[in-house]
């Protein structure tokens, strides 16, 4: 029981710190390229968000079922 709550809490800190630098990196990319707009704001509230938080859950379940099988 309490090693499966470990293991969650270092899933969720793991997803946390994937998705922030996604979120940085798509922030760089964001200022760089996208004019800054109340449309844009919310293409990026609305969309870009959910993507990122998706992405970066996808990314920390490959990982630990990596080092799992390793």
Known sequence: MMKRLVEWLIYLVFTLFIFIVLWKGTAYLWEAFVPW???TDIVGLFIVIPILSALSFILSTLVFQYIKNS
């Open 37 to 39: 707009n109340y449309k």
